[in-house]
């Protein structure tokens, strides 16, 4: 029994042993399994941190790549900026540079064209008088038809621009001394084109270079003409674009341009600058039994139907008339360049001078000086006259002794002296009184009496020859081209004068019949007899006075006016020297009435504060001597 339980505790542990063996054989297993997984799985982690290593380094690596590239695309970016702005610099630089080559060009431009209007009104200074008739007859054809008027009440500045154009043309004159370059220059394409699209819009631009094409060609006899839409214009209008009529086509059968006729420019211009009346006959120049082929009168018809002045046109008339007739003036300006030639000779002059004094005919004058000139002087010119241009340069010469008349007769000294201080030329015009220059003027011209048109052109010449030397260049240019608008200022003047003359002659005027005695200043005795005594001297005088006894506190006493220009006058009648006090009285009243001087008159002195001050403010002060020698004068007209 006890090896029983000997033995079978032997077995029991041997089992227990073989089991702990197993179990340790599978806990063995069990570990090492799970160190294997865990070794796989580190070596996997350890694979995985790898991997991510290296995708770390080749993103970093990309990265790095990618930033290269972004600083290669900036620095290209940056580059690319560079050179844009660089060329964005040359660029601008190089508009700069045009612009201020441009604005060179602009201003050698301005500056030649300033120096070629000095020469222009230096031309009309020395040729005045028959610039300025020539340009007188110019203007009258020019704007005699009802058309041309309404155009110009329309719009002003479409007549400034004549003197513009007359500009333009001249400052392409340089070196031209025959018709036929100086026509051909003014009306070639170039100049042409150049001053429609100077002052004129893109549509009116487009039509008038259309029309002188189409002139052109139907001048030479061409018809491949510029084609125009047959339902766009009506028939008139389509005659003036195909240049048949209208337009061009007028100035070119005026000139005959196309027809080589380059004489025909002086017939023109005589026809307008001769004066008719002056001629013995009609056919003035027709001396066929003298065997002369002068001159049959050249009637300058151009003209523009009155279908063409409606809206869409007018302009483009207006434009075209402009050129043809500022081509005109400018012509005969650069011809009267040949009277300096004609009176360098002296012999030839004399001869001129004595025919004139030998006959007022000017057939006769033509006739005679020219058979002189052609059998005796003519190879002492460069230029061989026609008989048409002598007629022009006898005209010139007389012209230039008529300016040396006016200078030489004095008849408004003290305006003319005023004016070279104060420039004003309009004023000038308003103060004119035309009685003076027909009392004494007509002695030398008796042809003022009757002609009143002739009359206001001798005196405006009168007064433009006297100042013209004082005159600003743009101010000649401007009186020149509107001479008949500073005449008819003239005529209005002289209406406002006789309207006021009739004014006062019935307002304050009073009719004696008793005899007028003479002015004696002992009659006087107070202050209101002093300004009644000053009213008569002015009076006598030449002024027109009124006396202001309704309103003697605004300063002044009498208010004086002749030749439109207004004074208003204090009166102070004192047994001691006038102060300051009645200067500025004076002073204060020539801005109440709105007059254009003042003055202060006593019978006594003037303290010497008031003569300062008067000096200052430019006030005229009377003292009892000078008005002693004002009633002397008064006195001596009445007798």
Do not use: P
């Not at 041997?14 to 796989?40: C, D, W, Y």
């Not at 039509?207 to 766009?232: P, R, S």
């Not at 002056?278 to 039994?289: A, I, N, Q, T």
């Not at 043809?324 to 030639?341: C, D, G, N």
């Amino acid at each position: 029994m006890f090896k029983f339980l000997k033995k079978y505790k032997k077995q029991e542990k041997i089992k227990e042993i073989e089991e702990n063996t197993e179990l340790n054989i599978q806990q063995k297993i069990k570990e090492k399994e799970e160190a294997e997984e865990l070794e796989r799985i580190e070596r996997i982690i350890k694979m995985q941190k790898k991997k991510i290593e290296e995708e770390k380094k080749l993103k970093h690596k990309e990265q790095e790549r990618i930033k290269k590239e972004q600083e290669k695309i900036k620095e290209k970016e940056e580059k690319f900026k560079k050179e844009k702005e660089k060329q964005e610099r040359l660029k601008k630089e190089e508009e700069i540079r045009a612009l201020q080559e441009k604005k060179r060009l602009l201003e050698k431009e301005i500056e030649e064209k300033k120096i070629k209007k000095d020469k222009l009104i230096n031309e009309i200074r020395e040729n005045y008088i028959s610039i300025s008739k020539g340009i007188d007859n110019i203007m009258d054809r020019f704007y005699e038809e009802s058309e041309i008027k309404n155009v110009i009440s329309e719009d002003k500045e479409l007549f400034k621009r004549f003197g513009d154009i007359v500009l333009d043309i001249y400052c392409i004159t340089d070196n031209i001394t025959n018709y036929k370059d100086f026509t051909e220059k003014v009306f070639g394409y170039s100049f042409i084109e150049k001053m429609a699209k100077k002052y004129l819009n893109e549509l009116e631009y487009k039509n008038i270079m259309i029309n002188y094409k189409n002139a052109v060609y139907y001048f030479k006899g061409e018809y491949n003409l510029i084609q125009i839409k047959e339902n766009e214009y009506n028939f008139v209008f389509r005659n003036f674009f195909k240049g048949s009529e209208g337009g061009f086509s007028d100035i070119f059968r005026e000139l005959k341009f196309y027809y080589l006729n380059y004489e025909n420019i002086t017939s023109i211009i005589l026809e307008l600058i001769i004066e008719k009346e002056k001629f013995s006959s009609e056919e003035m120049f027709e001396v066929k039994e003298k065997n002369i082929d002068l001159y049959s009168t050249y009637y300058t018809s151009f003209y523009t139907e009155h279908y063409y002045w409606r809206d869409e046109f007018k302009n483009i008339s207006y434009f075209i008339r402009q050129l043809f007739f500022a081509y005109l003036f400018v012509y005969y300006v650069i011809y009267l360049r040949k009277v300096k030639e004609f009176i360098k000779n002296k012999e030839l002059l004399c001869i001129l001078k004595n025919i004139k004094n030998e006959t007022n005919d000017i057939d006769k004058i033509l006739f005679k000086f020219y058979q002189i000139y052609s059998n005796c002087y003519k190879d002492s010119f460069e230029y061989e006259f026609t008989i048409k241009e002598i007629l022009i340069l006898i005209l010139a010469v007389s012209n230039k002794g008529k300016f040396q008349s006016f200078i030489k007769y004095r008849y408004y000294e003290n305006l003319i002296e005023d004016f070279k201080i104060s420039k004003n030329f309009k004023k000038m015009l308003d103060s004119i009184d035309k009685d003076i220059f027909m009392k004494y003027h007509s002695i030398n011209d008796l042809s003022i009496i009757n002609n009143k048109t002739y009359f206001y052109n001798e005196l405006f010449d009168y007064i433009v020859s006297n100042i013209i030397n004082y005159l600003d260049n743009d101010e000649i240019l401007d009186i020149i081209i509107q001479k008949n608008i500073y005449i008819n200022r003239l005529k209005e003047n002289d209406k406002l004068k006789e309207a006021l003359g009739e004014k006062n002659k019935y307002l304050y005027g009073t009719v004696k019949k008793e005899k007028i005695s003479k002015l004696d200043i002992n009659n006087v005795t107070s202050g209101e007899d002093f300004e009644k005594f000053l009213k008569e001297v002015f009076s006598r005088l030449g002024y027109q006075v009124v006396l202001t006894q309704q309103t003697r506190d605004q300063g002044a006493d009498l208010i004086i006016q002749k030749e439109l220009i207004k004074i208003v006058v204090q009166a102070k009648f004192y047994s001691s020297s006038v102060g300051n006090k009645a200067v500025q009285e004076v002073i204060a009243s020539k801005s109440f009435y709105n007059a254009d001087s003042c003055m202060v008159v006593t019978n006594n002195t003037f303290t010497s504060a008031a003569l300062e001050l008067a000096k200052v403010n430019n006030v005229k002060l009377i003292d009892g001597k000078e008005l002693n020698n004002m009633i002397k004068i008064a006195n001596l007209l009445l007798d």
